[in-house]
């Protein structure tokens, strides 16, 4: 049945088989790596790997950690829906891949930092390290529970699986390998969850060329319903997807994703050399083309078997995060297994996405919170609060599931989330490491106002959804359907066709600028330029942007070890600070520091 028209199968045998299969050797790869390194019980080791990884199994986790089961389910519905604009987001993975690579690898690889967020107390103070660490655990806490929860239930609606069973079931597996191997578990299991992913979308492209008589059919259908009109250059800011929102918001929403978010930082730093953790990056940027290349097919293919037959205006899903769902046990549930291994690259994408998002909280917590305020801790006992930690945050995990039920789409709210919060840390970020007269009063005014504001429209929009005049979905026809459900439409307050119409893309940028400017008017205003001791090896210099540490490849030879304050601006702001002994690879001059 593939016509749009009524229910469809739900799981065979088979298909409960594959899936419990597939999950299962996830799980037991996470197991291995955890029995093979259970000698190896230092912190180190369960939260970076003991900086022994390589760039392309680091690679694969990368791309995995955000090509969730969200990307999975949300990015082919969007194809079906709006086209094939969301491609341009190829454009934004290169510039950011460059961008972290270049700028922020360096420098955080050179100061050896386990948490990306100690570097905030090194260049500013305390207190925004505080911040910068309880912004990410909320942020991590809320997407977590929408990556955990929005698969589960769209496949709960269309294949009959239990919902909080599988919810449990997921937690469970992640707690259990992160809670025993650390790192190195997360990694490898995110390898094989990765290749579970793309061969879900192969099989559903494969099958539906089939059906429809080859990729080319496939390809006019989606050129005739207008879904290959994907380059929109109108600089309207409302619009929610054109060139400029997705080229210049995208990139800066995916470099704060990248270059200063846990999950991703702690992976590229556990390499075991600055060049591995360069070229993870560049790997990881051509697994995200091939995996949103794969997902925009699965959505034009789905379009072209549905083009006369709209399941989501017929009403035979209730959202269109169901509808890729949908299309997989309408054609392929002839085919016992295969459905299952769909709904296995579904899950794999969560567990991939909840394993990195437990180890990277674990992290942070220990290095910004427990440490510094119990520096008396052993080695062992660091060892036993990081597994009790990876227990705590899974079930937390799957607590804030039920918050993500009222989040509207799973990809833009999503996509939000990173915006709201990582912008205006982006904009920290970037004021610490450029600006030599940024002080810690600019640093935490810039952060809170650019907060305040993201998440006055982040919110504002989530109340009031953008109507169809700024987000343009496509027609979609129900010509061939028996029974139509008309839905109803609010007209949105007036407020919504303004600010809170804002593309989602440019919460990030938003949030940015405004903590990068209000933070230079306040340190200029609170002395900031006048001041003398900051530290040269907190700033990106020359050094870091022509790579001319590379040639040194072995960690024993190339590190220098120095104490140096946490806080750059010696005796100024932070008279209490403590030394922390910190790996220096190369300690620029003061003449190497690029000064604005």
Not at 10 to 21: K, Q, T
Not at 513 to 520: D, F, N
Request: proline share 4%; charged share 15%.
């Amino acid at each position: 049945m593939v016509d749009g028209r009524g229910p469809v199968a739900l799981f065979s045998v088979w298909d409960y088989v594959v899936f419990v299969l597939i999950i299962l050797g996830a799980a037991g790869i996470g197991l291995f790596q955890a029995l093979r390194g259970r000698k190896e019980t230092s912190s180190a080791e369960f939260l970076l790997g003991g900086r022994q990884m390589t760039a392309v199994p680091v690679a694969m986790s990368l791309t995995a950690s955000f090509m969730s089961g969200i990307t999975v389910i949300g990015t082919p519905a969007e194809a079906y829906r709006f086209g094939t604009a969301f491609w341009l987001f190829c454009f934004s993975y290169s510039i950011m891949s460059t961008v972290t690579a270049e700028v922020f690898v360096p420098l955080f690889y050179r100061l050896g930092i386990t948490s990306t967020y100690e570097y905030l107390e090194m260049r500013f103070n305390k207190l925004i390290r505080v911040i910068g660490t309880s912004m990410f655990i909320v942020q991590t806490a809320l997407y977590t529970g929408m990556v955990i929860y929005a698969p589960a239930l769209a496949l709960n609606q269309i294949t009959g699986l239990d919902l909080w069973g599988v919810l449990v079931a997921t937690g469970t597996v992640c707690i259990i390998y992160c809670t025993l191997g650390g790192l190195k578990a997360v990694i490898w299991t995110d390898v094989f969850q990765m290749v579970i992913m793309l061969t879900g979308f192969v099989a559903v492209i494969a099958r539906g060329a089939v059906l429809r008589g080859g990729l080319g059919r496939i390809w006019e259908d989606a050129r005739q319903g207008g879904r290959l009109e994907a380059f929109d250059f109108d600089p309207d800011p409302l619009k929610r997807h054109t060139f400029w929102t997705i080229v210049v918001g995208g990139s800066l929403m995916w470099a704060s994703i990248y270059s200063i978010n846990q999950s991703q930082v702690q992976r590229y730093i556990s390499c075991r050399t600055l060049t591995h953790a360069k070229m993870s990056l560049y790997v990881n940027m051509v697994g995200l083309w091939v995996t949103v290349s794969l997902a925009m097919l699965s959505g034009l293919t789905m379009y072209s078997v549905y083009k006369d037959c709209d399941p989501l205006s017929n009403g035979d899903v209730d959202t269109s995060d169901q509808l890729l769902p949908y299309l997989v046990m309408d054609i392929l549930a002839a085919f016992p297994g295969i459905p299952g291994l769909f709904v296995a690259a579904a899950y794999s994408g969560t567990l991939s996405t909840v394993s990195s998002s437990i180890n990277a909280l674990v992290a942070v917590t220990v290095e910004d919170f427990l440490k510094p305020a119990l520096p008396s801790l052993t080695e062992r006992q660091v060892s036993w609060i990081n597994m009790g930690l990876s227990v705590f945050f899974g079930g937390l995990c799957i607590g804030m599931a039920g918050v993500a039920s009222l989040m509207g789409s799973v990809l833009q709210a999503a996509l939000s989330i990173f915006g709201m919060i990582s912008g205006p840390l982006l904009g920290i970020y970037i004021l610490g490491m450029f600006f030599r007269c940024a002080n810690s009063k600019g640093g935490l005014a810039g952060l809170i106002t650019g907060l305040i504001l993201t998440l006055w429209v982040g919110i504002g929009a989530q109340i009031y959804p953008p109507g169809p005049d700024k987000t343009l979905p496509l027609p979609l026809s129900t010509l061939g359907c028996t029974d139509i459900i008309n839905a109803t439409t609010v007209s949105p307050p007036a407020l919504a066709d303004s600010w809170y119409s804002l593309s989602y893309l440019y919460f990030c940028p938003v949030g940015t600028l405004t903590a990068m400017i209000v933070g230079i008017v306040v340190s200029a205003a609170t002395g900031g330029c006048k001041q003398r001791k900051v530290r040269p090896e907190l700033f990106v210099g020359k050094s870091d942007l022509i790579c001319s540490g590379c040639k040194r490849e072995s960690s024993e030879t190339s590190e220098l070890t120095e104490k140096i304050p946490y806080n750059a601006e010696v005796g100024i702001d932070n008279p209490d600070f403590s030394d922390k002994t910190i790996k220096i690879q190369e300690i620029q001059d003061m003449d190497s520091v690029t000064r604005f």
